[in-house]
């Protein structure tokens, strides 16, 4: 077959060249090899690519396998060509053409798509500046500080705006406004106290201006009763109206209250407090463990008086309380005699000692609750069921007087030195009126050598002080005035120390007076025997200052109170005199064990 | 720019860490709990949020070429403030806040703004660390990987190879000029960040090309010279490859870091002051 080939070149200037080329084989071979009829160097035709051949019924194209051939934009493998035909050779392009004279087929050729420059396209393919990646720091840089500065600056603060101001009401309401109402969280500087985490997204409740340190009266709003640490009338310089509330309690600072602890900030005037409140009749103290200064109890010195005082342990303080009791006895390891049991009763500290609800103290020791099933207060063998009445002393008497009278006229009293009438068997006839006389006289004879005796004024003073009386039968019981807390500066809490034995602090197995003051004076977790006289060491042996290392650090508000119970209201009219007669000693109630 | 001035620097630098710690030591905060509102947290605080603006104005002024030549003759002192001086001390001010801003928290940290501020702050410095660390180490890993070429100069010897196979193959088999092809129209230096950094590529169509070439090589063949003159070529491509990927990866670690230095240090700001800001407005 003879095939015209025009071969187009295209100038980078725009102009055309043509050359032209006569082709005459049986097939027609294109490719990249050297052996075909037309020859098309480039690395994206095929060795052979593609055969032009005459047969029956005209001119064919066959496309080698897997060759890129297309014919008019189709792909195709094998196709009939006619004049106007584009068919497709990787990056050629062949167009039929109209044969001219003396040749059967005409194509033109054209390279149409050439290879690039290799290093410009390499160079394109690559990127070797980072720089040149992704939005550049530039971009990133403005988008952070755009994004930080609208969700945590912008964003609280539109929300602080337009909230309305927070009341004591809205605050108590405690409702969680949920992240996105409550964005100022955001600024939470750190996790806020317990106490006050159920308002605690409500900011505005504490911070009710911008810019202005929380003022007082955003705490009084809920704490109106807080009470001074003195009398400010006495001390004035201990009224504290320099500071605010926050000065002391800093909130912020995580779950724990938001309470000052420090025991320099007591020390501060109580390292000498002389200088500050001569009047205050204070010992100086800066740190338990260390520098406290010895218990002082306060006791009764004067039952019938009431009389108080507040007593070094130095001096051996005693309790003159009127009572009698002998711990020592009550606590016989081998047992106490009883009327309802036949063996001896073991009893220990909790049969009298009961915790009060809340552990702190223990409820009041009473006659009837904790000494009666024993201390029954018969008097007459033949009358067991007959009983004095506790704490009537006048009608302890008259119950005497009374079972004498009844049981003389009933008669039937058995002992040999009583008068006929009163030992005669009982329910016969009417006494006459002599017979009445003498029982009576008997009665009262009786009743008032019992009274004077053993039975009646020794029974009362197995446990009381008998005031004596100008006849034998006229004494009186001394009212027992018992202090229910000695340590009234300080509070201590039983419950904490439940785990702690009571023998390990309180000798009461080895005192035989109720005149013991028996404070802790142990060597704590030591056996009985070595019991020390009640001291501030008992504590001490435990406990230790602030910073104790090997002790329970103990603070002086483990103990003391700085708002002090019975003191004025501190914020509400600070400068404000104190009421008259307010109670400051507070021995006798016990003062409030809790603040 | 570590012992610039025989260390001048790191000593203001380290006196001033010192005088902190000793300073937080013997600071008895009152309430028991060291914090930023204590005053000597206000104290660290100002000088952290001071060191803070200060070391960022470093951007500005690296850019300010020749200012202390400006003022030479006229002002001595002038003079004196090299940009060497302000990389010396914006590296030892910015490690010493590692402890003064550390301090200033009193280690009170939480999901909020001012922790915000603070990592966004040891981001920062922990990322100069490295770009301390690349400043030092890599200029000397590359010149020697460089050997004397640019990457412009190993890129165009790449070009040249391609163009010069491309000749070879001509006449080769239909496997061999497509790979062959393929390595020169695809494989690419760089790229994205990951390929950047990774300084190599696991699927570089010049190595496929490579391994086939070898294994066609193996067997007897009709054009055996023709053969050899390409998998040479094609081992030459392969090293400067190697070599133009590796110097890539250097400059791009030699400038990552402060694709996290630079926009954090943006974030900081607006963090710092809207931290500043904050405790101020809730006081």
């Not at chain 1, 840089?141 to 969700?151: C, D, M, Q, T």
């Not at chain 2, 403030?81 to 940290?109: C, M, N, P, R």
Request: charged share 20%.
């Amino acid at each position: 077959m003879k095939i015209f080939v025009s071969n187009i070149v295209r100038k980078a200037r725009g102009g055309v060249a043509y050359r032209d080329n006569a082709v005459d084989a049986p097939a027609v071979r294109f490719g990249r090899g050297a052996d075909c009829e037309v020859h098309l160097p480039d690395p994206r035709v095929l060795l052979k690519h593609a055969t032009l051949e005459a047969r029956a019924g005209g001119v064919f194209i066959d496309a080698s396998p897997s060759a890129e051939v297309t014919v008019n934009g189709a792909a195709a493998t094998a196709a009939k060509l006619n004049v106007g035909d584009k068919v497709g050779l990787g990056p050629y392009q062949l167009e039929v053409l109209a044969p001219p004279e003396g040749q059967e087929f005409a194509v033109s050729l054209e390279l149409v798509r050439p290879l690039g420059d290799d290093l410009d396209e390499l160079k394109q393919r690559s990127s070797a500046r980072i720089d040149r990646v992704g939005f550049g720091k530039r971009g990133w840089s403005y988008g952070l500080f755009a994004v930080i500065a609208l969700v945590f600056f912008l964003w609280p603060l539109v929300t602080f705006l337009t909230r309305p101001a927070a009341d004591h009401a809205s605050l108590m309401q405690g409702d969680s406004r949920g992240f996105i109402a409550a964005s100022d969280k955001l600024w939470l500087s750190g996790e806020i106290s317990g106490p006050h985490k159920f308002f605690g997204d409500k900011c505005e409740g504490c911070h009710q201006s911008s810019f202005v340190q929380v003022k007082d009266e955003a705490c009084i709003s809920c704490h109106e009763k807080v009470t001074h640490h003195v009398d400010v009338v006495k001390f004035p310089d201990a009224s504290f109206a320099a500071e605010s509330c926050q000065s002391c309690h800093k909130e912020h600072n995580g779950v724990r209250e938001a309470v000052l602890r420090d025991q320099n900030f007591c020390a501060s005037c109580h390292a000498t407090i002389e200088k500050t409140a001569a009047a205050a009749n204070l010992l100086n103290a800066t740190d338990f463990g260390r520098d406290h200064p010895q218990f002082r109890p306060t006791v009764v010195t004067d039952p019938v008086a009431k009389k108080l005082e507040r007593i070094s342990l130095d001096s051996k303080p005693k309790e003159m309380s009127g009572l009698k009791f002998p711990h020592d006895k009550h606590l016989n390891p081998n047992g106490v005699r009883s009327p309802d049991a036949a063996k001896p009763v073991v009893m220990n500290c909790e049969n009298c000692h009961v915790p009060e609800s809340g552990g702190v103290l223990f409820k009041q020791v009473s006659f009837e609750a904790n000494c009666q099933s024993c201390h029954l207060l018969q008097f007459e063998a033949q009358a067991p069921e007959r009983r004095m009445p506790h704490g009537k002393p006048a009608e302890a008497l008259q119950a005497i007087k009374d079972a004498y009278s009844s049981m003389a006229l009933r008669g039937g009293y058995n002992a040999p030195t009583a008068p006929e009438v009163v030992r005669r068997r009982p329910g016969l006839q009417p006494l006459t009126a002599p017979e009445r006389l003498e029982a009576l006289a008997w009665a009262d004879s009786k009743a008032n050598e019992t009274i004077a005796g053993h039975f009646g004024k020794g029974r009362c003073a197995e446990c009381h002080v008998i005031s004596e009386g100008a006849t034998p039968t006229t004494w009186d019981v001394v009212p027992a005035t018992v202090a229910k807390r000695w340590l009234t500066k300080g509070q201590f809490d039983h419950g904490k120390h439940r785990d702690v034995a009571c023998e390990s602090c309180h000798g009461a197995r080895n005192s035989s007076s109720a005149q013991d003051v028996l404070l802790p004076g142990m060597k704590a977790m030591k056996s009985v025997d070595t019991l020390a006289a009640p001291d501030i060491k008992g504590c001490q042996d435990c406990h230790g200052g602030e910073r104790a290392a090997n002790k329970v650090p103990s603070t002086c508000i483990s103990c003391h109170q700085f708002h002090v119970d019975g003191m004025p209201p501190m914020r509400k009219g600070k400068s404000a005199s104190l009421p008259v007669g307010h109670p400051v000693n507070v021995a006798f109630t016990g003062g409030s064990a809790r603040q | 720019m570590l012992v610039y001035r025989n260390f001048r620097y790191f000593k203001w630098a380290a006196l001033l860490v010192l005088a902190s710690v000793i300073a937080y030591w013997l600071h008895q905060p009152f309430a028991g709990v060291p914090n930023g509102g204590t005053w000597l947290g206000y104290v660290l605080g100002t000088i952290g949020a001071g060191i803070i603006f200060w070391l960022t104005y470093l951007g500005i002024r690296k850019r300010r070429y020749g200012i202390h030549r400006e003022g030479a003759g006229k002002d001595k002192r002038k003079d004196g403030i090299k940009l060497e001086d302000w990389v010396s001390a914006h590296i030892y001010f910015g490690l010493s806040l590692i402890i003064v801003a550390t301090l200033h928290t009193g280690f009170q940290f939480g999901w909020n703004l001012h922790t915000l501020a603070y990592a966004l702050m040891i981001i920062v410095i922990v990322s100069g660390i490295f770009g301390v660390y690349a400043y030092i180490r890599y200029p000397q890993l590359m010149t020697e990987n460089r050997r004397g070429l640019t990457l412009n100069n190993m890129l165009a010897q790449v070009a040249d190879l391609d163009k010069e196979m491309r000749g070879i193959t001509m006449s080769m088999g239909e496997n061999i000029n497509a790979a062959v092809l393929r390595a020169a129209q695809e494989t690419r230096v760089g790229g994205s960040f990951g390929r950047m950094l990774a300084g190599q590529d696991a699927s570089c169509p010049t190595t496929a090309a490579r391994v086939l070439v070898e294994q066609v090589a193996h067997q007897p063949h009709d054009d055996e010279a023709a053969l050899r003159r390409l998998l040479s070529l094609l081992v030459r491509k392969e090293e400067l490859l190697r070599r133009a990927r590796r110097d890539v990866q250097f400059s791009a670690l030699m400038q990552i870091w402060l694709f996290v230095h630079v926009p954090l240090s943006f974030g900081l700001l607006a963090a710092l002051t809207a931290h500043i800001v904050s405790v101020f407005f809730y006081w």
